[in-house]
């Protein structure tokens, strides 16, 4: 069973902000990111192969913790602060992200050995030819070697929307003050525009990345519906053996 119980800061994450701290225009700061309230405070994944949903719901956590590392570098910026004054906070920001990967990847083995073990009593699919156990094994084989390279495809491709973000916030926050210092020089204004355009192409790529990691999941979704159908029709060619054994030995007797 995966049982994930996600509230506040979920696995041990630490706020970038100590509580009663205060951000960077001097507002004070609660512990947390504000999941307390919201009605996604608490997720609980059933025993049937909900591994997917539950890597679904980190993305979108660490999707939240990137948006305020991302408004965090915005506001900094804008008040002149230094990449050295703000790495402590940035820093933090990574730790809890780097954690939540931590736990992708728990979910991911604990699933492919549960997978692996679970034994299910469903009814012997009907119109198809009986596999040999090597067959099955093989085929198990190939399902959980799919999942794992699926779940790191996820991993692979959001690491890169979240460079992509960043990139994305940095300019955002550098046309703003290149529009405050223009002056009305038409150089400046021709450096501010071709900025712009840098950003339309960031913000094209982030959304493109966004659909292809919603593409990932659907497919770690069907590795997952997969892997648990092979382990059925194993379990119920497992038991039609045994039965033939026990039928075998009474005639036996007889």
Do not use: C, W
């Amino acid at each position: 069973m995966i049982a994930s119980r996600v509230t506040g800061y979920p696995f041990g994450l630490r706020s970038p902000y100590a509580a009663g701290q205060t951000d960077v225009k001097g507002n004070h700061i609660q512990k947390g990111f504000g999941f307390q309230n919201s009605a996604q405070d608490s997720l609980t994944i059933s025993p049937q192969g909900k591994a997917a949903s539950a890597i679904e719901q980190l993305l979108k956590q660490k999707e939240a913790i990137k948006e305020r590392k991302n408004e965090f570098m915005n506001t900094a910026l804008e008040e002149g602060r230094t990449m050295d004054s703000m790495r402590p906070q940035l820093e933090i920001y990574e730790e809890q992200i780097q954690a939540i990967d931590d736990q992708i990847d728990q979910i991911t083995a604990q699933q492919t050995q549960e997978t692996m073990q679970k034994t299910q009593t469903e009814e012997k699919p009907e119109n198809k030819q009986p596999k040999t156990e090597e067959e099955l094994q093989q085929e198990k084989l190939n399902t959980m070697m799919t999942l794992s390279t699926s779940i790191e495809n996820v991993k692979t491709v959001d690491r890169v929307r979240t460079q992509t973000q960043g990139e994305s916030a940095v300019l955002k926050s550098e046309i703003e003050l290149d529009k405050q210092n223009a002056n009305g020089l038409e150089g400046a204004q021709k450096m501010i525009e071709k900025k712009e355009e840098q950003l339309d192409e960031l913000e094209d790529k982030v959304q493109s990345l966004t659909a292809q990691v919603g593409q990932e999941l659907s497919n770690v979704t069907e590795e997952v519906q997969e892997a648990a159908k092979t382990q059925t029709d194993e379990t119920v060619q497992t038991d039609e053996k045994e039965e033939d054994k026990k039928q075998e030995l009474s005639a036996d007797v007889s």
